[in-house]
């Protein structure tokens, strides 16, 4: 499958793993309005690719992400306002859950993520971090405020921790090994030059899963962070029940007897107009 050509991202596929690289290292990786545009195609043209079974995020250069272009911001003329409607309806279109992505998604940190970076380490499904990585959240130190990206962290780890980044702002870093121990990150990778290829191989392990299993799997997950334990245990019932029948609940206990790898049918895109 043919990606588009993107200004700020670039896209990639290595084997069943597709690969989402912020691309504007020179500015750190901070979200213009461009690259703000181009995540909706980028999702969705990874989604769309029956070959791509897992999605690694990651970033060229020293930093994954650092949020809005704030230079952009201070001298375009716009200024927030261009985000005002988007923010006010809740209609966001930059991570893999706003665009209602259900193929399993790793963020792999490389170097600095602060500020708006942290809806993709809130909105993935497994995050790993580069042993060089610093982490914080700058919105109050320029007249910001600090609210999405950190509620989603809060149901991931400790809400005092994701306090005191809220609060100390610029003035305090978080090192992937305490990224780590608070449970932001799931593995801390050193040396860090090796990230995409232990992200590669992550990637990999998981791929080898029934697609449409997982897919059923991440809606019932992400449904318990929205959901009482009931209300959430009635929805992951209902997803369980989804497979039966799929043609990958016979494929996996056959391959499992005949000692064979499985041959999963393709994943379905999540967008039905991909």
Not at 122 to 131: P, R, S
Request: glycine share 6%; proline share 6%.
């Amino acid at each position: 499958m043919e990606y588009p050509r993107l200004e700020t991202l670039s896209l990639e596929r290595t084997g069943p793993v597709g690969w989402l690289i912020n691309n504007r290292p020179d500015q750190l990786n901070a979200m213009n309005a461009r690259m703000r545009d181009e995540f909706e195609l980028a999702w969705r043209a990874l989604d769309a690719d029956p070959e791509v079974r897992v999605i690694v995020h990651t970033g060229e250069g020293r930093a994954f992400q650092t949020g809005v272009d704030v230079t952009e911001i201070a001298t375009d003329g716009s200024g927030m306002e261009r985000y005002r409607e988007s923010l006010e309806k809740f209609d966001l279109h930059f991570t893999s859950w706003h665009n209602d992505v259900w193929k399993p998604v790793i963020t792999a940190v490389n170097g600095i993520c602060a500020g708006g970076g942290f809806h993709w380490v809130a909105d993935a499904d497994i995050v790993i971090a580069a042993a060089d990585a610093q982490f914080f959240d700058p919105h109050v130190s320029i007249g910001q405020v600090v609210a999405v990206e950190a509620i989603g962290l809060m149901k991931k780890m400790p809400v005092e921790a994701v306090m005191r980044m809220a609060f100390v702002g610029r003035h305090e870093r978080l090192s992937a090994q305490r990224a780590y121990e608070l449970g932001m990150i799931s593995e801390v990778v050193d040396p860090p030059e090796r990230l995409r290829d232990v992200a590669q191989a992550l990637a990999e392990k998981i791929a080898r899963n029934s697609p449409a299993a997982m897919a059923a799997t991440k809606r019932a997950l992400w449904a318990a962070l929205e959901l009482g334990l009931t209300d959430a245990c009635k929805a992951g019932a209902a997803e369980l029940v989804s497979m039966w029948g799929h043609p990958d609940q016979e494929e996996g206990p056959r391959a499992f007897a005949e000692k064979r790898e499985p041959r999963w049918a393709p994943p379905a895109s999540s967008r039905p107009d991909a």
